[in-house]
């Protein structure tokens, strides 16, 4: 079992930067690939970024590459999304998530195996 828990969100002007947190307990000595998700009101929860067991690949949706970052510190057991140049369509819970099977480039949206509670970010306009 993994419990992970997000903080770092908040209200933010566009144009402004978060930073999301998400730290991991319980089986972390075990290799997990993690994603960043989202979900909007009346929307439905989509993928924002996902990071390899290592963290040699990163995958981004198309919405946030240039302006969000994912990385990890296995060390620590946490990863990180930095989130830049905020816009107000970027208002979302954002969940963090884990699971055991590596992350590819077709398949980094699909089924984790455990989630965070989520944070919520609002973008003002």
């Known amino acids: 079992q993994v419990q992970l828990v997000e903080t770092g969100g908040g209200l933010v002007q566009a144009g402004g930067s978060l930073r999301l947190s998400c730290a991991a307990s319980g089986r972390t000595s075990d290799s997990y690939a993690m994603g960043w998700f989202r979900q909007a009101p009346g929307k439905e929860r989509e993928s924002v970024a996902a990071?390899?067991?290592?963290?040699?690949?990163?995958y981004y949706a198309d919405s946030v590459k240039g302006r969000f970052t994912i990385s990890r510190d296995n060390a620590k057991a946490m990863v990180f999304l930095q989130m830049n140049s905020l816009k107000p369509e970027d208002t979302a819970v954002y969940y963090c998530?884990?699971?055991?099977?590596?992350?590819?480039?077709?398949?980094?949206?699909?089924?984790?195996?455990?989630w965070g509670q989520g944070t919520q970010v609002t973008v003002s306009s």
């Open positions: 998530a884990a699971r055991s099977k590596n992350v590819y480039a077709n398949d980094y949206g699909g089924s984790y195996d455990y």
């Open positions: 990071i390899s067991w290592s963290g040699g690949r990163r």
